[in-house]
Nanobody, 117 residues
């Protein structure tokens, strides 16, 4: 049984920081591309950042220079360090695990991030 469990969301003031974590089980974590998506109210889910099995990373333009994705294969965990948060970063953040060879993917349940003064 595959599980992706996100944590670390919450309420933060503009300019603040949060670190999201996603702990995976039931998959060979090191073989998966891990990504963070987000979905704001009334908007489509969008890719925020991704990290491949070989640790190549990519970011959506709006978070470049502010967010950092990383992975710890020993802990089966992917992180998203979010700095200089803005109100427009408010969304539910989802963890995704993708096995590229078969396009098999899994989703976490999401964690709410709210940036507000």
């Amino acid at each position: 049984q595959v599980q992706l469990v996100e944590s670390g969301g919450g309420l933060v003031q503009p300019g603040g920081s949060l670190r999201l974590s996603c702990a995976a089980s039931g998959i060979i974590f090191s073989a998966y591309t891990m990504s963070w998506y987000r979905q704001a109210p009334g908007k489509q889910r969008e890719l925020v950042a991704g990290i491949t099995a070989s640790a190549n990373t990519k970011y959506t333009d709006s978070v470049k220079g502010r967010f950092t994705i990383s992975r710890d294969n020993a802990k089966n965990t992917v992180y998203l360090q979010m700095n200089s948060l803005k109100p427009e970063d408010t969304a539910v953040y989802y963890c995704n695990a993708l096995f590229s060879s078969t396009y098999t993917d899994y989703w976490g349940q999401g964690t709410q991030v709210t940036v507000s003064s």
